[in-house]
Structure formats: C-alpha cells, structure tokens
C-alpha cells in the first residue's frame, strides 16, 4: 500500500468516525442565517495557519494534496456559514492557544518555525487530541473540527 492509498483508508475510517457528530451538527444548523462579527472573521494568520495544518495533513505528493483541493478556504466557510457561534469562538481560541503553545516549546509562532518543526507541532496536536499520546488541554479541540474538514 503506498502512502495515498494509506491516507484514503485513514481517511475513510478518521473521517466516519470524526465527523458523524459533525455532520449531525452542520446539517442542523446550515439552515441558520449567516453569522457576522467575531466568530466569522478569521485573521489572515488564522487563514495561514489554518492553510499550513491541512497541508501537513494532506500533502501535495504526486497527487494534489489538501492546499490544491480548497480545503482551507472550504474550512473557512463552513466554520462562518455552518458552525454555531460557540464552535466558532472555541475554534478560533484554539488556534490561538495551539499557537501559543508553539512559542513556549519552540521560542516561535507556528508560522514562524521551519516546516520541520511546524510538522512536528502539529504530528504531536494530532496524537494529543486524536492519539494515545500526552493528552492536550481542552483548548486543543478544535483540531477535531480541523481534521474532520480537511479530510
């Protein structure tokens, strides 16, 4: 199996069993109006941020990867048009948290680090929330909504 077919069948299974809670709660509540202030609005660092963690995810390979398919931009409208506000604030809090949280173990900001380190920060975010690893504070959860809507 090479590495695409491995991030399909991961893909498929993460996917099922990340989003069906997602799912539930976006066919529920895309049917509100759309929401304006704070929780729409993503900073361009947000944006960037959001652009490098579903790049790392799914990498450009000999295959389009996750940047070529739209994802962030695709992320981006459905957390504005289609995620209660609450998830909105929790998800823009946690992106500045898993910031944060770079500058204490790395002396810089996410976007700041080599690609190596971002990697690693976010391979490490990954098995926090998702794996068996060292569980994350509770601020991390929006990589949940992260993941599920890369995939």
């Known amino acids: 199996m090479d ?8 893909a498929v299974i993460m996917g099922g069993a990340l989003s069906a809670s997602t799912l539930s ?6 049917n509100h109006e759309l929401r304006s202030g704070e929780g729409t609005s ?3 660092d947000e944006k960037k941020i959001i652009t ?3 790049d790392i995810i799914i990498p450009r390979t000999d295959t389009p990867g996750a940047v070529d398919a739209g994802v962030p931009d695709f992320i981006v409208m459905m ?4 995620y209660p506000a609450k998830q909105q604030q929790q998800f823009h809090r946690g992106l500045a948290a898993f910031d944060k949280s770079c500058k204490e173990k790395y002396g810089k900001y996410f976007l ?40």
């Open 52 to 54: 490098r963690i579903s």
């Open 3 to 10: 590495r695409r077919e491995a991030v399909k069948a991961v």
């Open 112 to 151: 700041d680090l080599p690609e190596e380190e971002q990697e690693e920060a976010v391979t490490d975010l990954d098995g926090g929330v998702l794996g068996k690893k060292e569980k994350h504070n509770k601020s991390f959860s929006f990589y949940h909504n992260l993941k599920a809507l890369t995939l």
């Open 42 to 44: 993503f900073t361009n």
């Open 25 to 30: 709660m976006l066919l529920d509540s895309c």
């Open 79 to 82: 957390m504005q048009e289609c």
